[in-house]
Structures are given as structure tokens and as C-alpha cells.
């Protein structure tokens, strides 16, 4: 419990804090020059947390622990790190502008402390369990250097508890027996479009117990419970438990007096005295006095906690607490206007003029410096961590005369394991129940699964023949999920923070069904936007999957591999270009600079980032094995010539990933009455059009030297050559190839969803078979319709 006078600074802080997010915004909607639409905030959504962010950042924060707070009350936490110098004025006039604070915290765009981004409701709630989990994994690796287990606390707004995702992380919680998490639930029983329904408090508890957390309701605070023990108290308390959330809400926005009028009416004698003994300002004081809004009452509960179970406080507040806008149904967004601020001003004791200053609303600052001295959640500065790089080992070189790309990630993997390599010890791998047929068996085998608790494999101890050992225990690097994908891009997220949350560098491996992306993609945007690092398998891919029907083969995956930054994506058709590529990739992966282009190829590899490889299970013919530096620089830059073009080419046949026997086949029987043709690899339409995209925006900038890897592929082409490109995915992916020099441009590819069969059938069916590449060659250079036109044999 905190002295009182630790309370009495506590509680000026949280009103200075309060005034400086409300009037952070207020300068950005009201004062700054504006574009054409609102700039916007929220100040009843900062205002409803400012209690429960005081008490944890100034009392019950360690060193160790890490914060997710609700994105509606960035401005509160910006306010914060603005009290303790971590934040400039410059910035927070300039929030929701270029090169401001952002809209929400931000670990990437924020120069603040972020320890978690909470940009998309309920996904930062579910990365703190997440967090928790690797944090338990690091704990059990001998390599790892001990330290203190933090706590992974997250601030949630009601209304983010609607989000499906975080009864799927509950779950997987759960399964892990997860720890060290808290999550303090703003319940302000508004969001944007209304008022919550009645007694979702019951459910939320039932929910959280069922998956074996506990529970801490904070519904009154010191005020309420000290009126409750006057006489006529238990009627006031039956009364307030009773209260439909609209009607709360309503008569908190009208005030004292109105409250007084409702008590009387529907309470009458009981509780005469209770009223009689306070103003009206004090009545509303009081009704105001829910948990959420006690310092008293939050840091008792937050103190009371002595264990390491995951465990949810359900903190009752006022949206726009101490505020004009305080219990309104339509402050979500709504804006204090400039005489609302006014009064707002007044009542924190705020001189005209010093509406910036960072102790403005504190009229006693006895004692607030040294109080601040001895915070330990800022003891330490800076949170940010960093880990030392591990070296990558080199290509993994395969022998196989027939395989899948599937297939040879999964013996890459198992040969990493079996070298005792460095790196070896730091890859942690997952998957969403597809652990199997992604090929993970071997590595498992070899690594084991992880659980801070060791468990044998029954198959084996009761002598059933298997494949797997599934044996549970502390030095395991497998972490095993359910079939949530989002679960699965959200471990990723965290695994992938390691080197700058804790310090120890992991390379996190995570494999999926490739349609199912999908699924995940919202969590997988979120984990890129962190800069978390992991590299991610999606196989099989396309409808090379053929007997399993549409549903899972996927058709758009290589372009939310274009689009999603700070993602690389690949899709290469050999096990030469796997090798090259997956070495490549440890080394990306904990890459940190500053930025600068490639001016070979245009891209910023120096920052580095996530690494996604679009793999297939259809085995293919390789071709003898290549080695020397120009094939292995061409795979990582994204293509290299299969087949130069001769200097009069009236064709060049473009592929990514396992239509290759298609196009070389076609090639040949085009050959035999097209001049020149060209065969060009690609794989990474991702990074060819990254590269050719920034080299445009360099020569706008006055660099007329720039040239991207692939506008020096298709330099010497001529301009009637025509662009045939192959992709078992949508065929946008590869269209764009004719803007870079103007060829004409023949697309390729699956722009419907499959059906069963079998490869040579859905082949057929979609056009990607070699009769149907040469149709389309020979149908559009014979002048004659592709129905009507037959290649020669």
C-alpha cells in the first residue's frame, strides 16, 4: 500500500497526466492548422485510463515488465513519457502529424519507450500472453543469460474483449499454462457506436475463470466504500449494482444534482443523510468513485497479487472521467470544444501560457521530483535491447534428384539440427497443428517440443511404432499451437522481439497451410509493423495441391507477399535456390540498419525484416546443382536468367515457383518457331518490383544512374519482344513485368478458386500446362484464335 503522501503525489500526477493527453489533443484539432479532415483523438478513452496508467507506471511497474496499452489512450501514455523527459514538446504538438507521436503507440514510429504496439484493438492484449510464453522459453535455455521474469500487462478496453482473437489466445494460454500475464480491463461499458449490454461483467469473469485465470473485480473505490459503512450505505451500494450502464452513464454527465434528484426518488429516507452530508460537486465525486478511478483501491489490488498466475482485473471507470465529456454516449470521438476545454483548464488549475508545461496542473510540487527519482519502472532508461548477430552457416546443400521445395525445407531444417551449428540452438520453431505436414517432423525430432515442464511421449513408452517423438520439456524448440492462425503470427510477433525485449536473439520459424494466411492476416500485418523478425513457410501453395480442392489452395498469397512490408517474400522452384535463400535469411532476419538503399539493386536490405517463403509439395526434376556467386546473388535479388534470350528474342517466358517444368517444356516447343526465347526465373516478384519501384523514385529525386535488378534483366529485350509470365497463384503477381521497359505482357496464372484433381488436370483446367503456355504464345503472335491454333510436336 502506498504512504500517504505517495498518494497525494500520485494523485497530482494523474491529473497532470490527464491534462496534458486532453490538451495534447485539443491543440491538435483546435489550435494547429489542419488538413481536409479532423485530425481526431480520443480524450474520454485516455481520460478513462489515467488512474489505472498512473498507478502501474508509477508504483507498481518493474524494470522487467512490459506494457501494452490500449491504442485509444496513446495520448496518456505519451503524456507519461513526456513527464519523465522521454518525450518532446515538438512531438506532441505535432501529434497525429508528420513526425509526430502517433495516433497509437507505436514501437516503430514512436520515439518513445513503446514496449508493445497496439494499433489494432485486442491484438496487443494477446501478444502480452505470447510474450509471456517466450519469455518462458528463454528462462529454460542454458545459453540464455538469467534474468528476472517481467510481467506482460496489458490495458483493454471493453469493447476489445468482442475481438475474436482473444478467446483464441485464451486458450492457447491455457494449453501453455501460461504466467506472468496481466490484463486490466477498462470497463467503461462504452464504445464507439453505444453502451455495452448489461452484465457482461459475469461473462467476462466466467470466461477468464474457465481458462484458469484469476480474477480481481475493482468496482468501488475508497469514497463509495466509505459511504457504503454510513448508514443507508447498503441501499446506495444495492442501488448502484442494480444500475443499467446507460442510465449510470447519463446521470454521470448531468452531475451532482441529477444524481441527487434520482437517489431521492428511488431511494428516498434510506438515503437522506448520505446526500444530506454532500454538495452536489462531492455527491458526483463520489458516484464517480469506481475502482478504476482509485488510486488507493488499484494499488492495493495490484500489490495484493503474490503469484505468477495469469490474472484479469475487471476495473469499473467512467469514460471521460474528469472531463466535460464524462459519461456521454457519443465521446468515443467525441472533442472537448474550446469552451469545454476552457472549463476543463480551469478546474486543473492550468495558467494561460503554460498549457505546455510539464507540471502545470501540480499547484504542490513538494516532493514530486524526488518521488520521480525513485520510480523503478524508468530506473533502468532505456527499454530497448539488443542482441549480438549469430552467423549464418552457409547453404545447406541437397542431393536429391526429385523433391518438393516442402520437402527440402524440412531436410534443411533436420541438417541445421544435426550440425550442432550456433544457429541451430537459437531457430524456435511452431506451427498451427500442421507441425507434420509442413515438414517440422525431423527438426522435432531432433529438437524436441517445449514446455517449462517435461512430458513423455506415451506412443513411445507404451512401444507403439511412430514416426514422432513428442517428448515435452524444458529444452525443447518446438513451441506447438492449435489450429488458430492468428495465435500462430502473434508468437511469431514475440518470439521475433526477443533480441529487443529481453536481449537474446531468436530466429523464429513458423509454418502454415499458405491459404490459410488468410487467416492470420491481421496479426501478421501487426507483427511486421512491430519489426519483429521470424521467417515464415507457407506450403503447399497454389493448385499444385490438386486433390484437395479449392479451399485449400491458395491463389492470392504471393501478392499480400508484394504488399506486406517489411516482409521478403520468395517463392523459388529449386532446392539450390531453398538453400541459398534460407541462409540468406538467418542473416536478414537480424539485420538493423540504418536504411540506405542498395544502389545495385535498390533495396534496403541493410534494415532488414521478416522473411516469407512460398513454398509447394510437388516434387520436382532438379536441375545439376549451381553455386557460383552470380546464381545465388540473382535468387536473392529476385530472378536470374534459366535461359538467356538471344539479341532478337520475340519471346521470354517468365516463372516463380513450381511451374517450372511447364515453362521449360514450353520453351522448347516455342523455340521451334520463335526466335531467341528466353527463360527468366524469378523468385521474388516482391523484391523486383521493391526494387524497380524505389530506382523510379531515386531517378525522380535526380539520380539518373539508378537502375533496379530487374530493369537490368530486361535491359537488352526488344521492344516487340513479348512477356509470357507463369505463376501458380494470381497472375497479377507477375503482370506488371511489361510497364518496366514496355513489353507487351501475356499474364498467366489462377485468378479462380481450384477444385480437386489432379496437378496435370487443374494445370489443364487454368491454363498453366505447357499447351496452354504455347497456346498463348502461338495464338497472339499467329494472328489466329487460341482455340483455333495447335503447336507443332
Given at each position: 500500500m502506498a504512504a500517504n503522501d505517495d498518494l497525494?503525489?500520485?494523485?497530482?500526477?494523474?491529473?497532470?497526466?490527464?491534462?496534458?493527453?486532453?490538451?495534447?489533443?485539443?491543440?491538435?484539432?483546435?489550435?494547429?492548422?489542419?488538413?481536409?479532415?479532423?485530425?481526431?483523438?480520443?480524450?474520454?478513452?485516455?481520460?478513462?485510463?489515467?488512474?489505472?496508467?498512473?498507478?502501474?507506471?508509477?508504483?507498481?511497474?518493474?524494470?522487467?515488465?512490459?506494457?501494452?496499452?490500449?491504442?485509444?489512450?496513446?495520448?496518456?501514455?505519451?503524456?507519461?513519457?513526456?513527464?519523465?523527459?522521454?518525450?518532446?514538446?515538438?512531438?506532441?504538438?505535432?501529434?497525429?502529424?508528420?513526425?509526430?507521436?502517433?495516433?497509437?503507440?507505436?514501437?516503430?514510429?514512436?520515439?518513445?519507450d513503446v514496449d508493445i504496439s497496439t494499433g489494432s484493438v485486442g491484438l496487443g492484449v494477446a501478444f502480452t500472453a505470447f510474450a509471456s510464453i517466450?519469455?518462458?522459453?528463454?528462462?529454460?535455455?542454458?545459453?540464455?543469460?538469467?534474468?528476472?521474469?517481467?510481467?506482460?500487462?496489458?490495458?483493454?478496453?471493453?469493447?476489445?474483449?468482442?475481438?475474436?482473437?482473444?478467446?483464441?489466445?485464451?486458450?492457447?494460454?491455457?494449453?501453455?499454462?501460461?504466467?506472468?500475464?496481466?490484463?486490466?480491463?477498462?470497463?467503461?461499458?462504452?464504445?464507439?457506436?453505444?453502451?455495452?449490454?448489461?452484465?457482461?461483467?459475469?461473462?467476462?469473469?466466467?470466461?477468464?475463470?474457465?481458462?484458469?485465470?484469476?480474477?480481481?473485480?475493482?468496482?468501488?473505490?475508497?469514497?463509495?466504500?466509505?459511504?457504503?459503512?454510513?448508514?443507508?450505505?447498503?441501499?446506495?451500494?444495492?442501488?448502484?449494482?442494480?444500475?443499467?450502464?446507460?442510465?449510470?452513464?447519463?446521470?454521470?454527465?448531468?452531475?451532482?444534482?441529477?444524481?441527487?434528484?434520482?437517489?431521492?426518488?428511488?431511494?428516498?429516507?434510506?438515503?437522506?443523510?448520505?446526500?444530506?452530508?454532500?454538495?452536489?460537486?462531492?455527491?458526483?465525486?463520489?458516484?464517480?468513485?469506481?475502482?478504476?478511478?482509485?488510486?488507493?483501491?488499484?494499488?492495493?489490488?495490484?500489490?495484493?497479487?503474490?503469484?505468477?498466475?495469469?490474472?484479469?482485473?475487471?476495473?469499473?471507470?467512467?469514460?471521460?472521467?474528469?472531463?466535460?465529456?464524462?459519461?456521454?454516449?457519443?465521446?468515443?470521438?467525441?472533442?472537448?470544444?474550446?469552451?469545454?476545454?476552457?472549463?476543463?483548464?480551469?478546474?486543473?488549475?492550468?495558467?494561460?501560457?503554460?498549457?505546455?508545461?510539464?507540471?502545470?496542473?501540480?499547484?504542490?510540487?513538494?516532493?514530486?521530483?524526488?518521488?520521480?527519482?525513485?520510480?523503478?519502472?524508468?530506473?533502468?532508461?532505456?527499454?530497448?535491447?539488443?542482441?549480438?548477430?549469430?552467423?549464418?552457416?552457409?547453404?545447406?546443400?541437397?542431393?536429391?534428384?526429385?523433391?518438393?521445395?516442402?520437402?527440402?525445407?524440412g531436410k534443411i531444417l533436420d541438417s541445421l539440427a544435426a550440425s550442432g551449428a550456433p544457429i541451430a540452438e537459437r531457430i524456435v520453431t511452431t506451427a498451427p497443428d500442421v507441425t507434420v505436414s509442413t515438414n517440422l517432423g525431423p527438426w522435432v525430432n531432433r529438437r524436441g517440443l517445449f514446455a517449462r515442464d517435461a512430458l513423455a511421449d506415451t506412443f513411445r513408452t507404451e512401444r507403439i511404432a511412430s514416426t514422432q517423438k513428442w517428448e515435452f520439456s524444458p529444452a525443447g524448440q518446438h513451441i506447438e499451437l492449435g489450429i488458430a492462425e492468428m495465435n500462430l503470427f502473434l508468437l511469431l510477433g514475440a518470439a521475433g522481439l526477443a533480441h529487443s525485449l529481453w536481449g537474446e536473439r531468436l530466429l523464429p520459424i513458423g509454418t502454415v497451410y499458405d491459404p490459410f494466411i488468410c487467416r492470420g492476416?491481421?496479426?501478421?500485418?501487426?507483427?511486421?509493423?512491430?519489426?519483429?523478425?521470424?521467417?515464415?513457410?507457407?506450403?503447399?501453395?497454389?493448385?499444385?495441391?490438386?486433390?484437395?480442392?479449392?479451399?485449400?489452395?491458395?491463389?492470392?498469397?504471393?501478392?499480400?507477399?508484394?504488399?506486406?512490408?517489411?516482409?521478403?517474400?520468395?517463392?523459388?522452384?529449386?532446392?539450390?535456390?531453398?538453400?541459398?535463400?534460407?541462409?540468406?535469411?538467418?542473416?536478414?532476419?537480424?539485420?538493423?540498419?540504418?536504411?540506405?538503399?542498395?544502389?545495385r539493386t535498390w533495396l534496403r536490405d541493410e534494415t532488414g525484416g521478416s522473411v516469407y517463403l512460398r513454398l509447394s509439395t510437388r516434387p520436382l526434376e532438379q536441375p545439376a546443382r549451381r553455386s557460383d556467386p552470380a546464381f545465388r546473388q540473382g535468387v536473392v535479388d529476385g530472378a536470374h536468367w534459366l535461359r538467356p534470350p538471344g539479341p532478337n528474342a520475340d519471346v521470354v517466358l517468365v516463372y516463380q515457383g513450381c511451374v517450372a517444368p511447364e515453362v521449360i517444356e514450353a520453351a522448347g516447343r516455342i523455340g521451334e518457331f520463335r526466335r531467341d526465347v528466353g527463360v527468366l526465373a524469378v523468385t521474388s516478384a516482391d523484391r523486383l518490383n521493391a526494387g524497380w519501384t524505389a530506382a523510379q523514385r531515386a531517378r525522380r529525386r535526380g539520380n539518373a544512374r539508378a537502375r533496379s535488378h530487374v530493369e537490368t534483366l530486361l535491359a537488352g529485350l526488344p521492344a516487340h519482344c513479348t512477356l509470357v509470365t507463369v505463376i501458380d497463384g494470381h497472375p497479377a503477381t507477375l503482370a506488371w513485368l511489361g510497364a518496366v521497359a514496355g513489353h507487351r505482357t501475356i499474364p498467366i496464372g489462377v485468378e479462380h478458386f481450384g477444385q480437386s484433381g489432379s496437378i496435370a488436370e487443374l494445370y489443364r483446367h487454368h491454363g498453366l500446362d505447357a499447351d496452354g503456355i504455347v497456346a498463348a504464345v502461338g495464338g497472339l503472335t499467329e494472328g489466329r484464335r487460341i482455340d483455333e491454333w495447335r503447336p507443332p510436336r
Open positions: 497525494r503525489i500520485l494523485a497530482a500526477l494523474e491529473k497532470q497526466l490527464l491534462w496534458t493527453a486532453c490538451w495534447t489533443i485539443h491543440a491538435a484539432n483546435h489550435l494547429r492548422a489542419k488538413g481536409e479532415v479532423k485530425v481526431g483523438g480520443h480524450q474520454a478513452s485516455s481520460a478513462s485510463v489515467a488512474s489505472i496508467l498512473t498507478a502501474l507506471y508509477f508504483h507498481v511497474l518493474r524494470p522487467q515488465d512490459r506494457m501494452a496499452v490500449k491504442p485509444h489512450a496513446g495520448p496518456v501514455f505519451h503524456a507519461i513519457q513526456y513527464m519523465m523527459g522521454n518525450q518532446s514538446r515538438a512531438k506532441l504538438e505535432a501529434y497525429r502529424a508528420l513526425g509526430g507521436v502517433q495516433a497509437y503507440p507505436s514501437r516503430t514510429k514512436d520515439s518513445d517466450v519469455q518462458d522459453y528463454l528462462a529454460a535455455k542454458p545459453w540464455a543469460t538469467p534474468q528476472p521474469l517481467g510481467r506482460m500487462i496489458a490495458i483493454v478496453g471493453d469493447a476489445e474483449l468482442d475481438e475474436g482473437n482473444i478467446y483464441e489466445c485464451l486458450q492457447e494460454g491455457w494449453k501453455h499454462d501460461l504466467r506472468n500475464t496481466w490484463w486490466i480491463v477498462d470497463y467503461n461499458r462504452q464504445s464507439l457506436d453505444g453502451v455495452v449490454g448489461e452484465g457482461l461483467w459475469a461473462r467476462i469473469e466466467a470466461v477468464f475463470r474457465a481458462f484458469g485465470w484469476d480474477v480481481v473485480t475493482l468496482k468501488h473505490g475508497a469514497l463509495q466504500r466509505a459511504a457504503f459503512a454510513e448508514e443507508g450505505g447498503a441501499a446506495l451500494a444495492a442501488w448502484i449494482d442494480a444500475c443499467p450502464n446507460q442510465l449510470y452513464s447519463a446521470l454521470t454527465f448531468q452531475g451532482g444534482a441529477a444524481w441527487r434528484r434520482r437517489l431521492t426518488e428511488d431511494l428516498g429516507e434510506a438515503v437522506a443523510g448520505i446526500l444530506a452530508r454532500r454538495s452536489d460537486e462531492a455527491l458526483g465525486r463520489l458516484m464517480s468513485n469506481l475502482g478504476g478511478h482509485c488510486l488507493e483501491t488499484l494499488i492495493d489490488a495490484f500489490d495484493a497479487i503474490d503469484h505468477d498466475r495469469p490474472t484479469v482485473f475487471l476495473a469499473y471507470t467512467i469514460k471521460g472521467w474528469g472531463t466535460p465529456l464524462a459519461g456521454h454516449k457519443d465521446n468515443h470521438a467525441g472533442l472537448m470544444t474550446p469552451a469545454q476545454m476552457a472549463e476543463f483548464q480551469r478546474a486543473c488549475g492550468v495558467e494561460p501560457g503554460r498549457e505546455w508545461e510539464r507540471f502545470a496542473a501540480i499547484g504542490d510540487l513538494s516532493g514530486v521530483a524526488e518521488f520521480l527519482e525513485r520510480v523503478p519502472f524508468f530506473a533502468g532508461g532505456p527499454r530497448r535491447r539488443r542482441a549480438a548477430k549469430i552467423a549464418a552457416p552457409g547453404p545447406v546443400a541437397l542431393d536429391d534428384a526429385q523433391l518438393s521445395t516442402q520437402a527440402g525445407f492476416l491481421d496479426a501478421l500485418n501487426y507483427a511486421c509493423y512491430q519489426s519483429a523478425r521470424f521467417l515464415l513457410i507457407g506450403t503447399p501453395s497454389g493448385v499444385a495441391l490438386a486433390p484437395e480442392g479449392g479451399a485449400h489452395q491458395s491463389i492470392s498469397t504471393p501478392l499480400i507477399g508484394m504488399a506486406q512490408d517489411g516482409l521478403a517474400s520468395f517463392e523459388p522452384a529449386y532446392l539450390d535456390e531453398l538453400s541459398v535463400l534460407m541462409d540468406w535469411a538467418f542473416d536478414y532476419l537480424q539485420r538493423d540498419g540504418d536504411g540506405d538503399p542498395d544502389e
